[in-house]
């Protein structure tokens, strides 16, 4: 299972099923520990689990920070201040704003 897959499957739970965030990580980790599922980067996805249950971040969000964790990046370029919040207590991961940027 591709890591988009996992983003989308908690999109439509959220948005369509309208799920619970503990329905919902609930059924990630009864799908993940079924043999016949693999997950490209388990580590990941598991970390961005953790994130979105834990913190009330988006999962895309938690997953985004959880892929910089793992590959020791220190910022994150993106628009959603809620990510400062939610990762505050979390991740040494920050947020860098792209419009404070200069090209």
């Given amino acids: 299972m591709t890591d988009v897959i996992v983003a989308e499957t908690v ?3 959220e948005s369509v099923y ?3 965030r503990e329905t919902i990580v609930t059924a990630l980790r009864a799908m993940f520990s ?3 599922i693999t997950v490209e980067r388990a580590q990941i996805v598991q970390r961005g689990i ?3 249950e834990a913190q009330r971040m988006d999962f895309a969000d938690a997953y985004l920070v959880a892929f910089a964790e793992a590959n020791g ?3 994150i370029a993106s628009f959603d201040r809620g990510i400062d919040k939610a990762v505050g207590k979390a991740s040494t991961v920050k947020r860098l704003d792209p419009r404070s940027t200069t090209s």
């Fill in 11 to 13: 999109y439509v739970l």
């Fill in 18 to 20: 309208k799920a619970s």
């Fill in 34 to 36: 079924m043999r016949s």
């Fill in 50 to 52: 953790d994130l979105y």
């Fill in 73 to 75: 990046v220190a910022q």
